[in-house]
Nanobody, 124 residues
Framework: VQLQASGGGLVQAGGSLRLSCAAS????????MGWFRQAPGKEREFVAD????????YYADSVKGRFTISRDNAKNTVYLRMNSLKPEDTAVYYC??????????????????WGQGTLVTVSS
């Protein structure tokens, strides 16, 4: 199983990026998908997740209203659209898949598979 994340890069504050995660999961549409991030010296934290159908989404308070998670089950891909980026959004972003994926107090739970991460750097 592979989760291939892409789309990271360097962007100025206020800018936008779209991350993609292509999954080689046989039953992709059965899995909840999520994005987590880890800044230098910090724990990995929850950003957003989406249920198997795309009908339910959840966001960390820090990104609510700025980030949008979506999925295309026909393409086995999950996306994270990030707008109004801030320097504090700088981190390695990881996609994740899990049948019961979620987060407890920001910490990942129920992750069956992790992607390799893509670096997002927001300059001030």
């Amino acid at each position: 199983v592979q989760l291939q994340a892409s789309g990271g890069g360097l962007v100025q504050a206020g800018g936008s990026l779209r991350l993609s995660c292509a999954a080689s999961l046989r039953s992709f549409s059965s899995y909840a998908m999520g994005w987590f991030r880890q800044a230098p010296g910090k724990e990995r934290e929850f950003v957003a997740d989406i249920n198997w159908s795309g009908g339910l989404t959840y966001y960390a308070d820090s990104v609510k209203g700025r980030f949008t998670i979506s999925r295309d089950n026909a393409k086995n891909t999950v996306y994270l659209r990030m707008n109004s980026l801030k320097p504090e959004d700088t981190a390695v972003y990881y996609c994740a898949a899990g049948l019961t994926l979620g987060a407890v107090r920001g910490a990942p739970r129920g992750v069956d598979y992790w992607g390799q991460g893509t670096l997002v750097t927001v300059s001030s």
